[in-house]
């Protein structure tokens, strides 16, 4: 049975002696070994570890499709949730081993602001007694009232603004939480919390310029990040922000982003629709407006949105001289359930 041994960033390290056949996140789990996990299915990138130089402890499970992006692959990456043990070896996960785990909390509605045509900004506010940090890019499962479900959406608003959580949501014909939204939604309607979970969150460089390719509403983490740049002191790195979205009335909040360009003088906003471009729009989707041959190779890139979007960003900025490591990125849930 194959050893293998989980380091973390505190310097602790877990055995786990693992099975082949079963995915390697559930005999760590049972094992207590603390793996960050949300999903189980390959998605999310919670579970997400580094393969020691020979990397030959997990492979990919057969037939599992996985978010995993082909650069972080020939990285070492490896999804823990998705992959098997096959031999003994050394996995590195990059957060400490006592870091907490999500909470779940309560939460009441406090506004719900139309700011696109088909989107609306949810703003709820923790119970009182009940607290949740989390990392500008970072999202949670909202429990949708009278639903008996969750859904993941990443917080739009800063840390800062705690005990108020903004999300950014997009409003399907039908769906669990577009309808909720729509319709049956009230002033402080109960709504339960858990997370945080996800890696998408600023690297804290002010060195590098940073470049922010949101698609509809992967718009949301992007924001929560600007903002947290916004208020950390000192110089600010030049910051490019593209976002894209099919006609000019899906654009999400357009007239909060040219405040926060001048909020920000470092930050440059370009607004791209893929029909009916108006006068300031670029035609086209997020990648129209960003001229990939002037970047600067040390760029430190974000990108949210659609799989299709991210992965043309990827290769694009990959194919600019960007190295992987400089490359942060977030897909959405899957819209049909939203
Ligand atoms: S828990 Fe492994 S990818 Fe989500």
Redesign the pocket.
Known sequence: MPLVTCHFSNGAVYEVNADSGRPF?ELALEQNVPI?????????????CRGDTAGHALAPQAGRA??LMPMDRAEGKM????SEAVSDGALYFDYSSEEAGPTEVQAFVDSIEWIASDAVKLTVELAEGDWLDFRAGQYVEISVPGGGASRSYSMCSAPSELPKLEFMIRVLKSGLMSDYVRGAAKLDDVVRLRGPYGDFAWSGSRRHPHLFIAGGTGLSPICSILQEIRETSGHKPPLKLSLGCASPEALLDPSFLRRLETWMPTLEVNLCVESGAQNGHVNGNALASIDFDALAPDTQAYICGPEGLINAAIDRLLAAGLIPENIHYERFVASGIA
């Open positions: 996140l960050r996990n949300q999903c189980r299915s390959g998605t999310c990138l919670s579970c997400l996985t978010s999804l823990c949730c998705a």
